[in-house]
């Protein structure tokens, strides 16, 4: 007998999960959340997202304050790191938005069930071995969770997942990356700028593989100038631990002559895998993919029609953000609605300084399927706003079809690409052409102009180059 029946229950409080269930209650359905941690916010909030941008925010202050004030006639003398007093800033960001996240369900009266879930009929769900609850329907929002590449045990302390990066208890003399993708760069890049000496280390032949290339090359010659050390085309063999700390075995990828790396630190970045274990699945019939992902239809049902799953469980982009529109459309689909996500204007954001941000197709994408397009790029070295504030590093990229002038792809690099991308999704949300950006008028002076100047270029010609 179940303790409670829903219009819909919700596993996994992230992003994805939290956002729908809200959404759901919005609407006028009786739901519930469950999840296994005690804090709402799932991976993105309690140790993803959230907290490496804390961190990421903070090591640019004292970047900032020990190289780069002095600049702008700041005078600064012995700037000195309190290691503690930033992470317990880091905790504390996270702390105040759990807090909210659990104050929007009970605002929205939505029950949060803590524990695990796990599916015992197309309807009934049992938490913790325990108590059943009931729904007409059902959301998977479970995540993911790190990969573990063979050889490399993480024990959080020496050889550490992104979780215990964001940990550390002083800073590394030497850390080693493995992975050049959003995560292993972006927390290389904390700790780089807090004093330590970091090489990542990439299976590929260039950082972040499905990036568009010409901007790519541009973020990784910029990060090589400030200090971060590349091996490419390179695969860790072994990784042995000793009192003096870790050997890191590194050959190329094709085989070859090995290296060995001597660092205190390894963090792992491989990748991520969804998160499915111990949900029952089989048990109502639902089979993975070849990738362990959660099949589901254009309605993201799965192969049970009461029972569906978003986000990092099913294909796609591993984004908090996708996932929030999909749980957005599921709850919406639940009441009689017509949502639609559209997969071809999801940004990505590496969060480095400087950022990149990306929308839309790469140049090489392009030319694989063989559509004829044109580029216009502006470089924030021309850009005034860019100009007074010492921020010059990057340019923007925008990729529009040939023969209609609409914008196919955007791609920016720039401390503030990750804010500036959002009127290029909507650009590529509602059809936008490139001479549409240009012809809107953007406030002066902003570095928000120097996409409008990209725009120009790519439909007529540029003014401020």
């Avoid at 012995?78 to 960001?93: A, F, M, S």
Wanted: with cysteine; net charge neutral.
């Amino acid at each position: 007998m179940s303790e409670k029946t829903y219009d819909l229950v919700v596993i996994g409080g992230g992003p994805g999960g939290y956002v729908c269930a809200i959404k759901a209650a919005q609407l006028g359905l009786s739901v519930a959340c469950v999840e296994v941690r005690k804090t709402l916010g799932g991976t993105c909030l309690n140790v993803g997202c959230i907290p490496s941008k804390a961190l990421l925010h903070s090591s640019q202050k004292f970047e900032e304050a020990e190289h780069h004030l002095g600049d702008h006639g700041v005078e600064v003398s012995k700037v000195k790191l309190n290691l503690k007093k930033l992470l317990g800033r880091k905790d504390k960001v996270v702390d105040d938005l759990t807090k909210g996240i659990a104050f929007l369900l009970k605002k929205n009266k939505i029950d949060f069930i803590n524990g695990k879930a796990k599916f015992i009929s197309a309807t009934e769900i049992k938490v913790d071995g325990k108590k059943v609850y009931g729904s007409k329907n059902f959301v998977i929002a479970t995540g993911s969770d790190v990969v573990s590449l063979p050889g490399i045990e993480i024990d959080e302390k020496q050889i550490v997942s992104s979780t215990g990066a964001l940990d550390l208890k002083k800073v590394p003399t030497h850390l080693v990356v493995v992975g050049g993708g959003y995560i292993g760069l972006e927390l290389g890049t904390v700790w780089r700028r807090l004093g330590a000496k970091v090489t990542v280390v990439e299976f590929a032949d260039r950082i972040v593989p499905a990036m568009d290339l010409e901007v790519g090359k541009a973020l990784h010659k910029e990060l090589q100038k400030q200090g971060i050390d590349f091996k490419l085309l390179t695969k860790v063999t072994t990784v042995k631990k000793s009192k003096s700390g870790l050997s890191v075995s590194v050959e190329p990828a094709a085989g070859g002559k090995v290296e060995t790396l001597k660092c205190d630190v390894l963090l792992s970045c491989a990748g991520r895998k969804p998160y499915t274990d111990g949900l029952g699945l089989k048990t109502v019939g639902i089979d993975l993919d070849e990738r362990g992902r959660v099949p589901v239809n254009g309605a993201f049902q799965t192969s049970v029609p009461t029972i569906f799953a978003i986000g990092d469980v099913i294909d796609g982009p591993m984004l908090a953000h996708k996932a929030e529109e999909e749980g957005v459309a599921v709850a919406e689909l639940l009441t009689g609605q017509h949502p639609h996500v559209n997969y071809d204007a999801i940004p990505g954001v590496v969060y480095t300084h400087p950022e990149v941000a990306t929308v839309g197709k790469t140049e090489e994408e392009l030319k694989g399927a063989g559509i004829e397009y044109k580029v216009g790029k502006f470089p924030f070295l021309a850009n005034s706003r860019a100009k007074a504030n010492g921020e010059t590093t990057g340019f923007v990229k925008i990729l529009a079809d040939k023969a209609t002038d609409e914008v196919l792809g955007v791609h920016i690099m720039h401390n503030d690409a990750g804010t500036m991308i959002a009127e290029c999704v909507l650009a590529l949300e509602y059809r936008a052409s490139s001479e549409d950006i240009a012809r809107t008028c953007h406030a002066h002076p902003t570095v928000s102009e120097a996409v409008k100047e990209a725009a120009l270029a790519a439909y007529s010609k540029a003014i401020h180059s």
